[in-house]
């Protein structure tokens, strides 16, 4: 998965790295700004109140 | 997937290279616990770190808002009795009505309280809840309200620090409200005894001024809550100026925003 990645990219090593890089990036913000804070509240429903 | 196909065939056909199932698993399962790890990062310390300065902003501001941009006075430690003190209507549903200032939660700590504790509009966004028929800051009774203490900014995070004697300070649109912690309490989920106007002592008639503040216990965990109470000491009517003890905090809320 990973390797066809690596190979379909264009460029010499150091090219080929700084896509990689930027792309990787741009996942982990995708991640930090939408998926996270929408996944939160299902997987955490912590809950600090008493109730009946 | 089409582009990835073509590729392969094509390289295939000068060095034999297999893609295996296992070899495609395998990689999907590292990249999952890779986004796991990266979950717990962001929820413990980023998104943490990021709500917590949110909701206090949040309360600068709302401080800020009642000041009308005046400077904030301070009241003198001598003073004469501010009476009996004022109690507001009941806010509506999510509406933010009061801030609460602890200063064993730290020198700059003040996060907004609002209205119900539903997680959706007020725990999870807001900061604090306050329990919907438990009585109003000041009021002859038990103001009770309820916070995160792991995620969402964990405003509670630090209530198993309070000591007897501390201030807990209330603030709305009428003044501060000192209240002064008490003892803490372990209770079930259901434990809903902490909430009545004497805590504990279902349809007992209230003669006291209490607080009550409940939360998580363990950290992390959600097995126990963990209940500080605080009871009623005096109040600072807001013509009258802050309490200096969190002269800071007051005055620092009419540059903020």
Known sequence: MYASLWRVLPGPFFVRLLIVLALAAAIVAALFLWVFPWALPLVTPLDSTVHE | ?257
Not at chain 2, 15 to 43: C, D, H, K, N
Not at chain 2, 177 to 191: I, K, M, P, Q, T
């Open chain 2, 1 to 257: 997937m089409v582009l990835e196909d073509t590729r392969r065939t094509r390289r295939d056909a000068k060095s034999p290279r297999r893609v295996s199932i296992i070899g495609i698993l395998g990689e999907v399962l590292i990249t999952v616990g890779v986004i796991v790890l990266l979950f717990l990062v962001w929820q413990t310390w980023i998104n943490n770190i990021v709500v917590s300065n949110s909701q206090r902003d949040d309360a600068l501001e709302q401080s800020q808002e009642w000041n009308k941009g005046e400077a904030v006075k301070l009241a003198p430690d001598e003073r004469a009795d501010p009476g009996v003190p004022v109690v507001s209507e009941a806010p509506a549903e999510a509406e933010v009505f009061g801030t609460l200032i602890v200063p064993r939660f730290g020198a700059d700590y003040t996060r907004p309280i609002a209205e119900s504790v539903s997680l959706e509009r007020v725990l999870n966004t807001r900061g604090v809840g306050h329990y919907t028929g438990t009585q109003m800051p000041g009021e002859v009774g038990n103001f009770a309200v309820a916070a995160h203490r792991t995620g969402w900014g964990d405003p509670f995070i630090d209530i198993n620090k309070l000591q007897l004697g501390d201030s807990v300070y209330v603030e709305t649109e009428a003044g501060w409200y000192r209240y002064v912690f008490r003892s803490l309490e372990y209770v079930s989920a259901a434990g809903i005894g902490v909430l009545d106007p004497v805590p504990q002592f279902d349809g007992a008639i209230a003669s006291d001024r209490l607080m009550t503040l409940t939360s998580c216990n363990p950290l992390y965990s959600v097995s126990e809550r963990l209940i500080a109470y605080a009871v009623f000491d005096t109040w600072y009517p807001r013509s009258e100026g802050a309490p200096s003890e969190i002269a800071a905090l007051a005055q620092n809320s009419e540059g903020a925003g």
